[in-house]
């Protein structure tokens, strides 16, 4: 059917640029940030719309504050409510509170500690129900029914959409060369907005759309598919199981395609922006990154422009991820060294593990081990080295030396 005998989108370019003007002022006006090195990395042109640096880190600020915004008197006095696995979550408590406008939030149990914490800083009522965000949104819907609040849907409303959709109208600002924008899909409010105001103004540009592997529900769904989604991504911002109505049609309009990564790839692109950004993203908002790394041929040599839409992750996740990082690059190996039981000897490995410049982390000692000589000890050892010919160097020294290891 011709563009001109199809339906009109429930949101245009004139209602973005209507929200652009609510937000003036109101949110930060972000960074578009070209990255040399993660070009070099990937093979295609990367530009990085830092989202992150909002006050709450992440982009949802700018559809919430748009429809609080548009709130009737009776509305803002009653006050709101929203399910939220966070981001959401804070950028309603945020601007509800600026506003004066009552808030409360549905969060799953399974809701990171640092977004809990935070949206309660902002003044909002927190309500845990829930293993999924979906469970979290029934009873949302509940509470709602109940004490006569208005829901605040985090993205298959227009208003929502139209806020997010002023990344684009700032991307393409700053960078009209961009002819490619990669973007985490959840529900699809964020992907939904920036297509509409990105194909209004550049009609030739791509849109990609990112899905975490374990929460493919938008790519099923545009192909006209059920699938199974579930499990524990780092990606909880975007494991959403159904997608919206109005997002999915605009979806089915304006977005060229979407991809999906696998965790190792997010765990990637986690650790390539604060290794080589100097910057912090959660799963979600290091999606984007992470199509580049899992597909690269779909993006070499293009000038992309990827969202990192949000930067609250939980600290000892990152801690984790980081570490994680070292080991599948093998500068953190762990050895084992099987000897006699005798003074010394560990003071002997570990001389030639400094001489040869690694440094040991941490040491088990264990000589009950029936694979063990009576006689003999074993030493579990972790070791940092620098890289994999690094960690390959220290094992052949201990070999030489008369004790060779096994890696573990």
């Given at each position: 059917m011709p563009d001109s005998q199809l339906p009109e989108l429930p949101v245009t370019l004139a209602d973005i640029q209507a929200a652009a003007k609510v937000l003036e002022g109101n949110i930060?006006?972000?960074?578009?940030?070209?990255s040399r090195t993660?070009?070099?990395?990937?093979?295609?042109?990367?530009?990085?719309?830092?989202e992150n640096r909002q006050y709450t880190a992440a982009f949802k600020e700018r559809g919430a504050l748009n429809k609080l915004a548009k709130?009737?008197?009776?509305?803002?006095?009653?006050?709101?409510?929203?399910?939220?696995?966070?981001?959401h979550a804070q950028g309603v408590a945020y601007h509800a509170r600026r506003l004066g406008i009552p808030a409360t939030i549905v969060m799953p149990l399974t809701t990171p500690f640092n977004k809990v914490e935070h949206t309660r800083d902002h003044g909002a009522r927190v309500l845990l129900e829930g293993m999924?965000?979906?469970?979290?949104?029934?009873?949302a819907y509940d509470v709602c029914k109940?004490?006569?609040?208005?829901?605040?849907?985090?993205?298959?409303?227009?208003?929502?959409?139209?806020?997010q959709g002023t990344i684009a109208l700032e991307m393409l600002a700053d960078n009209p060369a961009l002819d490619t924008l990669v973007i985490p899909i959840g529900g699809g409010g964020l992907i939904a907005g920036i297509a509409i105001a990105a194909k209004a103004l550049k009609p030739e540009?791509?849109?990609?759309g990112v899905q975490a592997a374990m929460y493919p529900a938008m790519h099923a769904a545009l192909r006209g598919k059920t699938t199974k989604t579930g499990g524990a991504t780092i990606a909880e911002g975007i494991a959403v199981r159904d997608v919206g109505e109005v997002t999915r049609q605009i979806c089915e309009r304006l977005v060229d395609d979407i991809v999906l990564v696998e965790e190792e790839h997010l765990e990637r692109a986690i650790t390539l922006f604060v290794e080589v950004e100097k910057t912090i993203a959660e799963g979600a908002g290091a999606a984007g990154l992470a199509a580049l790394l899992a597909h690269p041929s779909r993006f070499y040599g293009r000038k992309v422009g990827l969202v990192l839409c949000g930067g609250n992750i939980d600290t000892r996740l990152l801690a984790s991820v980081l570490t994680r990082a070292l080991v599948r690059e093998n500068r953190l190996a762990r050895i084992r060294i099987v000897g006699d039981d005798r003074p010394g000897l560990l003071a002997l490995v570990s001389k030639i593990i400094g001489d040869n410049g690694a440094n040991i982390m941490e040491v088990s000692h264990n000589r009950i081990a029936?694979?063990?000589?009576?006689?003999?000890?074993?030493?579990?050892?972790?070791m940092e080295t620098r890289d994999s010919q690094h960690t390959q160097e220290v094992i052949d020294a201990l070999a030489q030396a008369g004790y060779p290891p096994r890696a573990i």
């Open positions: 930060e006006r972000t960074e578009l940030a070209h993660l070009s070099a990395i990937t093979g295609a042109e990367v530009w990085i719309k830092l709130l009737s008197d009776n509305e803002k006095k009653y006050g709101v409510i929203a399910a939220s696995a966070g981001n999924t965000f979906d469970e979290a949104k029934a009873h109940r004490e006569g609040l208005t829901f605040v849907h985090p993205f298959d409303d227009a208003d929502i959409i139209a806020g540009i791509r849109i990609i029936l694979d063990v000589p009576a006689k003999g000890a074993e030493f579990d050892i972790l």
